[in-house]
């Protein structure tokens, strides 16, 4: 049992991308899975890549707006 699954996903790893599960505990990434998983919260991701681990550190400086990148 997990704390929150993402389901249905295009789960995106540094070797493949395939249709599978994400299984996540204590909120860390604890299965990847092509086979289904149960867990408290459910996502359904189905369409949307997956990116598990990844961080995205861009950033926007409010472009003269401070209201705007809040």
Known sequence: MFDLVIRNGNVVTPHDVFKGNIGVRGG???????????????????????????????AHGGHGDPDREN
């Open 28 to 58: 860390k990434i604890a299965a990847l899975s092509t086979e289904p998983l149960d867990g408290d919260e459910i996502l359904d991701a189905e369409g949307k890549m997956v990116l598990p681990g990844l961080i995205d550190a861009h």
